[in-house]
């Protein structure tokens, strides 16, 4: 069965402080990896999306990384900031052609002042 | 333009209430998505339209219809909805075809529904 775990599922750190989100997954055929940071009613917004051999990929403070041997993803993020607190959702794309997308529950992140 | 819009932002609608929630962008994507999204839940998928024509129907109730009107629309009418389909709808989009790119998906701010 196709599916995409996270882990913790909520998550409080002091601004300023890094933090790693974890995900993994049982999809297959594996197209691709998404990370997607989503504010409270608000839709998702892609942060980095990673393919069977790319291993990291950065978008400014953010950084994925993606094992697909062992089907494990990370996302670590740096130095947190307030406007960071947002749900992180891990998204695997499956499929002949990849279009079909296997969502984890996320993880919901808070930063503390 | 790299952005879907959607209105209304919110929508408080009766049981007999029909209403439409419209979908809309212009990066020439030729997949558009709308996507039903409890609390704290991740989005499931409803429909998917692929050049204009719907291509997935995830099995869900026929007092949602969806309608893509051109590359550039999609719209989903709503007709005797039940308190329980209140939520957060959200449309995507996509550059359609094959491959990885092809299908990174966009998405919109979402429609807040509420079901009186």
């Known amino acids: 069965k196709n599916q995409v775990e996270q882990s913790p599922q909520s998550l409080i750190i002091l601004e300023g402080k890094n933090c790693t989100l974890q995900c993994n997954y049982t999809v297959s055929p594996f197209s691709n990896l998404r990370w997607y940071k989503q504010d409270t009613g608000r839709g998702p917004v892609s942060l980095t999306i990673m393919t069977f051999s790319e291993n990291t990929k950065s978008n400014g403070r953010y950084t994925a990384t993606l094992d697909a041997d062992t089907k494990q993803s990370s996302l670590h993020i740096t130095a947190s900031q307030l406007s960071d607190s947002a749900s992180y959702i891990c998204v695997v794309s499956g499929g002949l052609y990849g279009n079909k997308l296997v969502f984890g529950a996320g993880t919901i992140l808070r930063v503390k002042s | 333009d790299t952005e879907v819009t959607q209105t209304p932002k919110h929508l408080v609608m009766g049981m007999t209430n029909k209403k439409s929630l419209k979908c809309e962008q212009h990066?020439?994507?030729?997949?558009m998505y709308w996507y039903k999204q409890k609390a704290k839940k991740p989005p499931e998928l409803m429909f998917v339209?692929?050049?204009?024509?719907?291509?997935i129907n995830e099995s869900v109730p026929s007092r949602f219809s969806p309608e893509c009107p051109n590359s550039s629309l999609l719209n989903l009418h709503l007709h005797a909805l039940q308190p329980e389909d209140s939520a957060l709808y959200l449309c995507?989009?996509?550059?359609?075809?094959?491959?990885?790119?092809?299908?990174?998906?966009?998405f919109g701010p979402g429609t807040r529904l509420t079901v009186t």
């Open positions: 990066m020439g994507h030729r997949a």
């Open positions: 995507a989009s996509s550059q359609g075809g094959r491959g990885t790119k092809h299908y990174e998906q966009y």
């Open positions: 339209y692929s050049y204009e024509k719907l291509s």
